[in-house]
């Protein structure tokens, strides 16, 4: 039964970077059938994609936020990560991990994270 | 990339039927048959409902059924029942490899 499970600060101040690990249980990172993705939703807005990896190390990354993330993998810890710099009152949200099927679709979800940026 | 279009708000009583629309471009939705639909209920992760614009991941009844035509997806859900009343967010992928979600589309069942 794969599970995922976001970790990392809750608060983060202004200008600093944020980041999150999400530790996958259940299945291995490196089985090269899936991406892994971090989906984030600003409170009481729409969901919104950020970026995937494959087992490789091959990222894609949402446009709007491509100068500003790292997505990395730790296969040794079962775990991928998020780093988001320069961060600002517009990136609160609830942040998602989720294994990715085929690059296009996500099942399953971790739980999410809300992340507050503000000094 | 814009944000994919869906209609803010739909409704419907128990026992009818409600479709919900997702337009895009020919850079996403038109391009490839890749197109996800998600039911997000208050305060949880969203759940996948339809994936590759008309298939149903196991264990989603077969009252949620999704198609596509152009650059428009739609997500059909027959006989209304009360646990479908939650946020529906569709999503696409895209000629650059990336992905991009609609607005979202709050379902109201009467």
């Known amino acids: 039964h794969l599970q995922l499970q976001e970790s990392g600060p809750g608060l983060v101040k202004p200008s600093e970077t944020l980041s999150l690990t999400c530790t996958v249980s259940?299945?291995?990172?490196?089985?090269?059938?899936?991406?892994w993705g971090w989906i984030r939703q600003p409170p009481g807005k729409g969901l919104a994609w950020i970026g995937n990896?494959?087992?490789?190390?091959?990222?894609y990354y949402s446009p709007s936020l491509k100068s500003r993330v790292t997505i990395s993998l730790d296969t040794s810890r079962n775990q991928f990560s998020l780093e988001l710099s320069s961060v600002t009152a517009a990136d609160t949200a609830v942040y998602y991990c989720?294994?990715?099927?085929?690059?296009?679709?996500?099942?399953?979800w971790g739980q999410g994270t809300l992340v507050t940026v503000s000094s | 990339q814009s944000a994919l279009t869906q209609p803010a708000s739909v409704s419907g009583s128990p026992g009818q039927s409600i479709t919900i629309s997702c337009t895009g471009t020919?850079?996403?939705?038109?391009?490839?048959?890749?197109v996800s639909w998600y039911q997000q209920h208050p305060g949880k992760a969203p759940k996948v409902m339809i994936y590759d614009v008309n298939n149903r991941p196991s264990g989603v009844s077969n009252r949620f059924s999704g198609s596509k035509s152009g650059n428009t997806a739609s997500l059909t859900i027959s006989g209304l029942q009360a646990e479908d009343e939650a946020d529906y967010y569709c999503s696409s992928f895209t000629t650059s490899s990336t992905l991009v979600f609609g607005g979202g589309t709050k379902l109201t069942v009467l």
């Open positions: 259940g299945d291995s990172i490196s089985n090269g059938t899936y991406y």
């Open positions: 990896i494959y087992y490789t190390g091959i990222t």
């Open positions: 020919s850079r996403d939705v038109g391009a490839y048959k890749y």
């Open positions: 989720a294994r990715a099927q085929s690059r296009d679709w996500f099942d399953p």
